[in-house]
């Protein structure tokens, strides 16, 4: 079996490849929403959604090229919303993943469509192919990733984020808005990964367990880094939470306790896959890579 590093960058090359086969081609009509949109995805991020999805596909005995179109749809809505929260009406940044961000290199509108178009395809990949034996299975997929976008999830956790600008949260009020922000995607991925095989439910309950640890992780670390990477590290500009004065558990636990808390959320992501034993070696690998990463 290859070493992490291995398998990592493997399914990282191999995964550039499918969404550049999937995305629409630069050349055809719209274009310029075309390029904005491979721009926008392609040759960036750590693909941290997909490799979860693959992952979890693997402990669950799926399909490759099923887990390819579930795990592609998650990373065209997760690289939607970054392209969103660059955009001058939230965030207004400059910087993505060590380029220009969309609006920059385009301009508003076509990054608004960027956007939109994304999650389009999104939920088309999820519709249009076979990616279980089991009809009502699949469109329970499309419900899950739909939820965990919409209103009740991601959307919703940035609407409470841009909000809570300027305001002190408690913790428990701070972890609402990351679990919906962050987590729920982060914890679609790794279910819709599940999806694609075959699991009980009782172990795709210790699945979600798993995926909602990693996701807070997740997020926990991403404001240690953002308190103390450099914006060359991180591809992205550092410190903007503390310049948008942005409640985080850097700013109310400080980093220490903040790195305390990721490591408690990566030891009871870890205590999930334990019935899993060697089946979920790469789901274990990947809690480590999300807590110790450095950018
Ligand atoms: C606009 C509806 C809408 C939602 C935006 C996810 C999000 C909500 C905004 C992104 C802002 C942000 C920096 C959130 C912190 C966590 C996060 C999602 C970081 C970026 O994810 P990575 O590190 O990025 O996986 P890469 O580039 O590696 O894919």
Redesign the pocket.
């Known amino acids: 079996m290859p070493d992490f590093q291995s398998w990592l960058s493997e399914h990282q090359q191999r995964f550039e490849e499918v969404l550049r086969q999937l995305l629409p081609p630069a050349d055809i009509v719209p274009q310029r929403l075309h390029a904005a949109m491979r721009y926008s995805v392609l040759d960036?991020?750590?693909?941290?959604r997909p490799l979860l999805a693959f992952a979890a596909g693997e402990l669950a005995g799926a399909n490759l090229n099923r887990v390819n179109f579930a795990a592609a749809a998650v990373e065209l809505i997760?690289a939607y919303?970054?392209v969103?929260?660059d955009m001058p009406c939230?965030?207004d940044d400059v910087l993505r993943?060590g380029k220009a961000t969309c609006h920059v290199e385009f301009d508003e509108a076509t990054a608004l469509l960027v956007g939109d178009a994304l999650q389009s395809q999104a939920f088309q990949l999820l519709s249009e192919h076979q990616l279980s034996d089991d009809v009502a299975k699949q469109l329970q997929m499309v419900k899950l990733l739909a939820v965990a976008s919409g209103s009740r999830g991601?959307?919703g956790?940035?609407a409470i984020d841009l909000a809570s600008v300027g305001k002190q949260l408690t913790l428990p009020e701070l972890e609402q808005m990351h679990i919906h922000?962050?987590g729920a995607l982060i914890r679609a991925a790794v279910l819709l990964g599940t999806y694609c095989g075959n699991l009980t439910q009782a172990q795709l309950d210790k699945l979600d367990r798993y995926g909602k640890c990693i996701g807070l992780a997740f997020?926990v670390v991403?404001d240690v880094l953002d308190s103390e990477a450099d914006t060359a590290t991180l591809g992205k500009t550092a410190g903007k939470d503390a310049y948008n004065d942005k409640p985080t558990y850097v700013t109310l636990l400080g980093v220490a306790e903040a790195r305390r808390m990721a490591n408690e959320l990566h030891h009871e992501a870890l205590e999930s896959l334990k019935e899993f034993g060697s089946k979920a070696r790469r789901l274990n690998e990947l809690a480590d890579f999300i807590v110790m990463r450095k950018f």
């Open positions: 960036g991020g750590k693909r941290v997760h919303s970054l969103h929260d939230m965030d993943r991601m959307a956790g940035q922000k962050t997020q991403d």
